[in-house]
């Protein structure tokens, strides 16, 4: 079974505030303080500035979101992630800000030999194993295997 994943991750209050008035956008409680906004096709649209560059080497970063995701930092760490998997391989990116500067990546992962970009980027948040393999799993990222079982508690 594959698991895909594009979303915003931060600390739950600043995600409230940074999602408040755009469309499309849906808060999803994680564990340990974090929450994610996964990224549906309308908030995509809305975040898209058609005129900026692509963030080389993510597929679906909208297009200048880098700069809104940087002034967001400035009340907490944000991390955007991209997980496309299959049986353990796949493509997996993730980068931070913090206080409006790149702090984290961006890192990009076919096959993982040890910590994974998602589990880089949630440590970057202040998530810890806390028991169990790893931060992905401790925030509860695989609670659903595709970006749009986020909205509706599908699996």
Do not use: K
Not at 14 to 29: D, E, Q, S
Not at 42 to 52: F, G, I, Q, R, Y
Not at 80 to 96: H, N, P, S, W
Request: aromatic share 8%; no cysteine; proline share 7%.
């Amino acid at each position: 079974m594959g698991y895909y994943l594009e979303a915003v991750v931060a600390a739950e209050p600043l995600l409230r505030t940074a999602a408040a008035g755009l469309p499309g956008a849906h808060v999803v409680p994680l564990r340990q303080g974090l929450a994610l906004i996964p990224m549906t096709d309308e908030l995509h649209d809305a975040l898209t500035d058609p005129a900026a560059e692509r963030l080389r080497p993510f597929r679906l970063l909208p297009h200048g979101f880098q700069h809104t995701l940087a002034a967001w930092s400035a009340n907490g760490p944000v991390a955007y992630v991209e997980a496309d998997i299959f049986g353990g391989t796949g493509d997996r990116y993730a980068l931070a800000w913090t206080a409006g500067t790149l702090t984290l990546g961006p890192l990009t992962e076919r096959t993982p030999t040890g910590p994974t970009t998602l589990s880089l980027a949630l440590r970057h948040l202040g998530a810890t194993s806390d028991g169990h393999l790893d931060e992905f799993d401790a925030v509860g990222l695989g609670r659903h295997r595709r970006t749009e079982d986020w909205l509706t508690g599908n699996d």
